[in-house]
């Protein structure tokens, strides 16, 4: 038993030191557009519901095996529940933090999403939000980063994801009972060029699966201290 | 002597600089997500220090019209290159770096059967990057201009942008003259395990293509009667 622990130690930090040749994101998303009402890009009032739509266009990872491009199919997500804290001005940037917050990816085979204008709206979240759902996650930490000085108008966003349920839940494990985290992460853009009026900003991100999770440096020794 | 004078640099003018900016909608010319680093790295304990080499490549998902692309048979990579540091400017928790010099942003077109498949590897420049990621052919050149890169070192997140002009590659061919320039941007973090060691960032961003530029068409009877 105690051979057993030892052994899956090393598995375990075996694998975890294992650099892939390519560290794709899980999911990659082309557009995604943000909505809150009475916000603007350099200001968000503390109590603000934030939330977001996208389109799904490539998975990878534990996903891989899903494809977003088939037409008979579509990939969607809906980002709801992120509570504002009030945009915090570092001038000219403007950095906004953002409380709670669900995020829930669909497989719909009845195609249909389309970005309406003025949101929400009879399209807008209904057309993301149909099919079923393969992935749900709690979010932490979200927030976004604007300014005043890009030319073409444009910041980050990024939050943190606790994956917590979906039909597809168990591809996203950390293979110890529990899920692996997952960072939500992008660029942001308001310039007018590119915006559906009624959303706040275009969003061009992905999520990316941290797992394996980090390591902390040990030596056999204290491995072996461990179990014994 | 004055009148003809006058008439010739109208003529030229007309010929010229008719030209007005459409007011359609930018487009999407492709979505690009990988990783960045600095070399040469002039201080390592430092990004973005005056005189650091600006780099990043990775994989282009999505490509659309004006270039064409068969995901299937071919990977599709970027190389970021040719971008100096040459000012650094801190805000708060925020720094500003600017690269005044030209770079370019190419995408290579390699064959997933015969070519080499792009790898990352560690602490590039390395036999791995950006070696598997400049190989096979280069479909798209374009110049980078006033490119700007923002980071907030609180957040460990950031974006950037540049002005973007399709000058060269196989498909250059493929643009028509007066639709050839755009402009790019990404977010950017540092917070992801995905990063391979040695990589700064990871990316995630995209490129539009401006409208095309609008020509009146006429006659030169047409443009001597008027100056008349």
Not at chain 1, 74 to 82: A, K, Q, S, W
Not at chain 2, 118 to 125: E, L, Q, R, V
Not at chain 2, 130 to 159: E, H, K, M, R, W
């Amino acid at each position: 038993m105690k051979a057993a622990g030892i052994l899956l130690s090393v598995v375990l930090l075996a694998g975890a030191v294992v650099s892939p040749a390519l560290s794709g994101p899980i999911v990659d998303w082309d557009p995604a557009y943000f909505w809150e009402p009475g916000a603007t890009p350099i200001s968000s009032l503390p109590g603000g519901q934030l939330k977001i739509v996208g389109t799904v266009s490539a998975f990878g990872g534990p996903l891989t095996f899903l494809n977003a491009n088939m037409p008979a199919k579509e990939y969607t997500f809906y980002v709801y529940g992120l509570t504002s804290t009030g945009t915090v001005p570092i001038v000219p940037f403007y950095v906004t933090a953002y409380t709670g917050g669900t995020i829930e990816i669909y497989e719909d085979s009845t195609p249909d999403a389309v970005f309406d204008p003025f949101p929400p709206n009879a399209n807008v979240p209904s057309t993301f939000i149909d099919g079923t759902l393969i992935l749900s996650g709690n979010m932490s930490n979200f927030n976004t980063q604007t300014n005043t000085i890009t030319l073409h108008q444009t910041g980050n966003a990024e939050g943190d994801i606790a994956w917590t349920g979906g039909s597809l839940i168990a591809l996203v494990g950390n293979g110890v009972g529990g899920t692996c985290p997952a960072i939500f992460t992008g660029g942001l853009t308001w310039s007018p060029d590119v915006l559906i009026p009624g959303y706040l900003f275009r969003h061009d991100g992905k999520i990316d699966h941290e797992c394996p999770t980090p390591n902390t440096p040990s030596t056999w020794g204290r491995i072996k201290t461990l179990y014994r | 002597m004055n009148r003809l004078a006058t008439r010739a640099v109208f003529v030229l003018f007309l010929a010229c600089a008719v030209s007005v900016p459409a007011a359609r909608a930018q487009s999407l010319l492709f979505d690009y997500v990988g990783f960045d680093y600095e070399d040469p790295n002039l201080n390592p304990a430092m990004f973005g220090a005056v005189g650091d080499g600006y780099r990043g490549l990775g994989e282009v998902g999505s490509l659309f019209g004006p270039l064409t692309s068969d995901q299937t048979n071919f990977q599709y990579t970027y190389y970021f290159d040719g971008l100096t540091a040459t000012a650094r400017t801190t805000i708060g928790p925020f720094i500003i770096i600017d690269y005044t010099n030209t770079g370019t942003l190419t995408i290579y077109e390699d064959s997933r059967s015969t070519g080499t498949a792009a790898d990352y590897g560690t602490n590039p420049p390395s036999a791995l990057a950006p070696a598997t990621f400049v190989d096979g052919t280069a479909i798209l050149v374009g110049n980078l201009t006033n490119f700007q890169y923002i980071f907030n070192t609180s957040t460990n997140t950031g974006s950037f942008e540049a002005d973007f002009e399709a000058v060269g590659g196989t498909q250059i061919g493929n643009f028509p003259l007066n639709q050839r320039k755009g402009w790019t941007f990404a977010g950017t973090s540092g917070n992801s395990v995905t990063v391979p060691t040695g990589y700064a960032h990871q990316v995630d961003g995209q490129t539009f293509l401006n409208p095309p530029t609008l020509n009146r068409t006429g006659t030169w009877g047409g443009i001597k009667a008027r100056y008349r």
